[in-house]
Nanobody, 124 residues
Framework: VQLQASGGGLVQPGGSLRLSCEVSGGHYGTIAWFRRAPGKEREGVSCLRPSDRYTGYRDSVKGRFTISRDRAKNTVYLQMNRLQPDDTAVYYC????????????????????WGQGTLVTVSS
């Protein structure tokens, strides 16, 4: 399985972006978005567990970000609204076969396959 992330760019505070993660070479299990801001640790942003359509979000993005998927296109999206400067980071998508328990859905250590990052810059 290979992942291709895209959709990053420069946006003003309060603006929106939609990231895409195209999956090729097979099907994905649980899939998630992570980000790494300059000088900070990688952190989980959102996850999707297709087996039961569970979605998870880190507290700081709840109500602003939405993860979704298009099964026909084998693509997972991250719609990001009301972006803030603190959202500036390189965003990555990652997946692993099968389901992940809810408590570890945003744990980068459980994911096996990672895409390259896409840079999101929120600045005026």
């Amino acid at each position: 399985v290979q992942l291709q992330a895209s959709g990053g760019g420069l946006v003003q505070p309060g603006g929106s972006l939609r990231l895409s993660c195209e999956v090729s070479g097979g099907h994905y299990g649980t899939i998630a978005w992570f980000r790494r801001a300059p000088g900070k640790e990688r952190e989980g942003v959102s996850c999707l567990r297709p087996s039961d359509r569970y979605t998870g979000y880190r507290d700081s993005v709840k109500g602003r970000f939405t993860i979704s998927r298009d099964r026909a296109k084998n693509t997972v999206y991250l719609q990001m609204n009301r972006l803030q400067p603190d959202d500036t980071a390189v965003y990555y998508c990652a997946t692993r076969p099968g389901a992940i328990i809810v408590g570890r859905c945003l744990d980068p250590g459980v994911y096996e396959t990672w895409g390259q990052g896409t840079l999101v810059t929120v600045s005026s």
